[in-house]
């Protein structure tokens, strides 16, 4: 039985008082909070294995490496991959898509070809291909979206061309929590011989995932935002082509051999095998071994009921959003086609003043742009405070929420 009070007993943090009250954390889709189980096993990490990995023949570099690779393997579990090759232990989701960025298309783009985004992606899907067009001359293109702040298919398919290289969308938009047609556009990619990169921040940590069934060449997400620590993120792609990119980062522990006997020459060099040859200098390793700790979390849970709660909640939240007069929410109205991340304003009031006096009563949102100012500008407005939800929130925290609201509306 899925038991959000039970769940909550898991996290330190939530016993926190802010200003004087019972903290509400409503900014998950910035990072989530960490289970004790996480944080133990970090600490447990450097009081008992700390060492280098692939680096000794020594006790502790063994057991540091077959925990670190136990980590991919637990993260190709957790999104059906077909194994440990296939997953690419990163900082987050940031450096996933510039890896992919500066790995396949700087060696595969140039003039006359596209790549196709959206209106809705967060930053990071948007400046590395800005950057990479500056480089190899290739043009960035943008589908619309609908005035619920949903994706526009439409002007996605309408924009897909022969041209098309590359369709990059983000799963779940990180403003509005609309989840678009990944099966769709990834359909529409490969009809095109395009390669599709699904930026999952914001999906996979709230839903279950299976790249072969979304049929997905790249998945980029972060374990921050799935109840592991920061500075550790996870590029899956599917093998073959994981196989024929350049590497990305060059150093140790992502090459078999270099030769540099020639006088005049270069080096010979073999790549290390797939994931390492991606992962040059000493990595993150507790990290890795923290992610491990929060996918095996999640996976007790079931992702099915934590999508599940997560629905409840936004339904009963959006339910209570269409109390307030002044105060306006974005995105769909419909809990089934989101996750929990709901935008709002409230009238004549700036969302950075919102999210301070809610902080003022112990309430965490987030305020701004949330790194996606087009699809704000799009939608004509200058910012949105930003509430996200997660397995330890509850209905209770939400009613506290619009009471709160409801006062700082009373004096917008
Ligand atoms: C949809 C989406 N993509 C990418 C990112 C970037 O994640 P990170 O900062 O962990 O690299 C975020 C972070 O909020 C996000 O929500």
């Known amino acids: 039985m899925f038991n959000p009070y039970e769940i909550r007993k898991d996290f330190p943090i939530l016993d926190r008082e802010i200003n004087g009250y019972k903290l509400i954390y409503f900014d998950n889709a910035a990072t989530s909070q960490k289970p004790r189980q996480v944080i133990d096993v970090m600490k447990e990490f450097y009081e008992k294995y700390n060492a280098n990995i692939h680096r000794g023949v020594h006790t502790l570099s063994q057991e540091a490496s077959e925990l670190y690779e136990n980590a991919h393997k637990e993260v190709a579990n957790f999104i059906n991959a077909d194994g440990m090759e296939e997953i690419v ?8 898509i510039n890896l992919v960025a500066y790995s396949w298309a700087l060696n595969k783009l140039s ?20 950057i990479l067009s500056k480089i190899r ?18 002007s996605l398919e309408q924009l897909t061309t022969e041209k098309t290289r590359i369709i990059c969308v983000s799963h779940v938009s990180n403003v509005t929590g609309a989840i678009n047609d990944v099966k769709r556009i990834a359909k529409l990619a490969h009809e095109y011989d395009a390669i599709i990169i699904l930026d999952g921040a914001q999906s996979v940590p709230h839903m279950p995932i299976d790249v072969k069934n979304l049929d997905v060449d790249f998945l980029a997400f972060s374990g921050h935002k799935m109840l592991g620590p920061t500075g550790i993120g996870v590029l899956y792609g599917k093998r073959e ?9 060059g150093g140790g522990s992502m090459i078999k051999s270099v030769r540099c006997q020639s006088p005049n020459g270069n080096c010979q060099i073999e790549w290390h095998d797939l994931p390492w040859k991606f992962e040059a200098g000493t990595p993150n390793i507790c990290g890795g071994i923290g992610l491990m700790e929060a996918v095996k979390y999640l996976r007790r849970i079931g992702m099915e009921n934590v999508q599940r709660h997560e629905r409840e909640l936004t339904e009963y ?34 969302p950075h003043d919102v999210a301070l006096m809610l902080d003022s009563f112990g309430i965490m949102v987030r305020s701004g742009y949330h790194c996606a100012e087009p699809l704000h500008r799009r939608l004509g407005i200058k910012g949105s405070a930003r509430a996200s939800f997660y397995i330890y929130n509850t209905k209770e925290e939400i009613d506290r929420f619009i009471e709160v609201l409801r006062s700082i509306e009373s004096v917008a």
């Open 89 to 96: 232990f990163v900082k987050n989701t940031t450096e996933a």
């Open 317 to 350: 939240a959006l339910k209570r959003f269409g109390e307030f007069e002044k105060v306006k929410f974005y995105g769909p109205k419909d809990a089934s086609l989101k996750c929990g991340i709901i935008p709002f304003n409230i009238d004549g009031m700036n």
């Open 137 to 154: 001359g290739f043009k960035v293109k943008y589908a619309d979206i609908n005035a619920d702040g949903t994706l526009n298919i439409e």
């Open 111 to 130: 003039e006359g070809d596209e790549v196709l985004t959206t209106l809705l992606e967060h930053h990071s899907n948007i400046i590395p291909w800005e």
């Open 241 to 249: 082509l994981l196989e024929e990119m350049e590497p990305f980062l």
